[in-house]
Nanobody, 116 residues
Framework: QVQLVESGGGLVQPGGSLRLSCTAS????????MAWYRQAPGKQRELVAS???????NYADSVKGRFTISRDNAKNTVYLQMNSLKVEDTAVYYC??????????WGQGTQVTVSS
């Protein structure tokens, strides 16, 4: 099994930046598609960004040009660099690791609050 631990959330002002980190247990990290999801109050959970084992990236339209997902397989870590943050980015951000339907894991979430 894979355990995911997120960190890096916090309170920032609009226009600010934040970098989230997600560290995974185990030795098969490089085989997973890694992703960041978020869930705002009263909203459904949405995919923010993903990166495959081969390095292919995908972003939600709402964050394109502002967020960057990356992974460091040597550290079993995936990152989400968030720039030009907006109030509407406020949400709990969840790390996800997916390999198969029975190998699909979630972190506990980290709160990102963008407020002036």
């Amino acid at each position: 099994q894979v355990q995911l631990v997120e960190s890096g959330g916090g309170l920032v002002q609009p226009g600010g930046s934040l970098r989230l980190s997600c560290t995974a247990s185990g030795s098969l990290f490089n085989r997973y598609r890694m992703a960041w999801y978020r869930q705002a109050p009263g909203k459904q959970r949405e995919l923010v960004a993903s990166i495959t084992s081969g390095g292919t990236r995908n972003y939600a339209d709402s964050v394109k040009g502002r967020f960057t997902i990356s992974r460091d397989n040597a550290k079993n870590t995936v990152y989400l660099q968030m720039n030009s943050l907006k109030v509407e980015d406020t949400a709990v951000y969840y790390c996800n690791a997916f390999a198969t339907s029975v190998a699909n894991y979630w972190g506990q979430g980290t709160q990102v609050t963008v407020s002036s």
